[in-house]
Each structure stands twice: as C-alpha cells, then as structure tokens.
C-alpha cells in the first residue's frame, strides 16, 4: 500500500510539473523556451513528495537550467490554482 501511494504521488507531481509546463509557456513563457526546460523538471518526480532522499544529479542538472522567467511563471501558476479551482489558499507556514 505505501509504494502504491508514493508511485501516486509520483505520478501527480509529473502530472503537476507537465502541467506548469503548458500553462507556463501560455502564459507567455518565452516563445517555447519554458516547456522544454520544465519537462526536464521530470526527473525530479521521485524527489517531490515527502519523505524522499537527496536529488539526483540529473534533477539538480534540470533545476539549474531553467531560467528565472520560467521558474518565476510556473511558481506564479502554482500560486494560482487553488483560487481558479475554488478552494481556500494553502498556507505552509506553521
């Protein structure tokens, strides 16, 4: 049952990261540019959920190549999706 649900976590960080991708680059990301670099970002799906180790070097590689833009875009998405699905803000700070 726990693999079960740390591969659906997995899978919803991927789905996330596809998805910032796509709204990134509709929000004017830059001409193309912000897909490709956070499609990268994939490879840090198994980073993404709780309780995971350190990142690989192939998920820091991917982190450090995306540019400020389109990190700044996707965080902005981020921010954004509670209140375009109607739900409260999320608040993680203690």
């Known amino acids: 049952m726990a693999a079960s649900k740390g591969n659906a976590a997995a899978a919803a960080c991927a789905l ?3 998805l910032l ?4 680059e509709a ?3 830059g001409g193309g540019e912000c897909v490709p670099q956070l499609n990268r970002l994939l490879a840090c ?3 993404a959920v709780p309780g995971a180790g350190d990142p690989s070097a192939e998920c820091c590689s ?3 190549s995306i540019s400020q833009g389109c990190a700044c875009s996707a965080i902005s998405i981020m921010n954004s999706l509670p ?3 109607h ?3 999320i608040n993680c700070s203690a």
């Open 45 to 47: 799906r198994a980073y």
């Open 16 to 18: 996330v990261l596809v």
């Open 21 to 24: 991708a796509v709204g990134a």
């Open 87 to 89: 739900l409260s803000q």
């Open 27 to 29: 929000q004017g990301g």
């Open 83 to 85: 209140s375009r699905c």
């Open 62 to 64: 991917a982190l450090s």
